[in-house]
């Protein structure tokens, strides 16, 4: 069984306020720096990597990850959805030589995996908060000490769950988005 098809039976979620993943015992989770030719710092998200427009994933650039790692992956959430953590985009088993994703990028090109969102179909599905409200999203960026094996079905509780223990360094991109 493959460590992805062991944590299946997970049910963690990566994200502050829930399980996150951890470090290899006795390692230092370090900081990447996640940056986007499409969204500011804390600003605003296009309204074509959004429902409102094409909902193509935004370009996504990161700085070189740590000695060690094996894969990265990519978690797109919304944490102020009102049912809690809301998952727009998992891609996983990025090669650590990878250092950004273009727009509207197909994951497939660069060998990753995608996982299946909130929404319950795989692929990039962009912010679209309720009508009169104003959500933060968030751009996570992993690094890993390991490979997940790609599985289909691979949901965001079992990815959060195969990564614990495994992250080497991490960082995020914040923007916003309402209509």
Do not use: Q
């Amino acid at each position: 069984m493959t460590l992805l098809g062991v944590a299946l039976v997970g049910a963690a979620a990566c994200r502050s306020g829930s399980a996150h993943p951890s470090a290899p015992a006795g390692k230092t989770v370090i900081a990447l720096t996640v940056t986007s030719k499409s969204i500011p710092a804390d600003g605003s998200i296009p309204v074509d990597a959004t429902c409102d427009g094409v909902d193509r994933s935004p370009e996504l650039s990161w700085s070189a990850p740590p000695e060690g790692t094996k894969t990265l992956a990519v978690i797109v959430d919304d944490p102020d959805a009102p049912s809690g953590d809301f998952t727009h985009w998992l891609v996983f088993d990025i090669r650590p030589d990878v250092l950004s994703l273009p727009e509207g990028a197909d994951p497939a090109d660069v060998g990753a995996t995608v996982g299946i969102n909130s929404f319950h179909r795989p692929g990039y599905s962009g912010p679209c908060p309720p009508h009169g409200e104003w959500h933060r999203y968030v751009f996570h960026v992993l690094a890993l000490d390991t490979t997940l094996e790609p599985r289909l079905g691979a949901d965001r509780a079992s990815l959060a769950s195969a990564m614990s223990g495994h992250l080497l360094a991490e960082g995020a991109l914040a923007g916003t988005f309402g209509h």
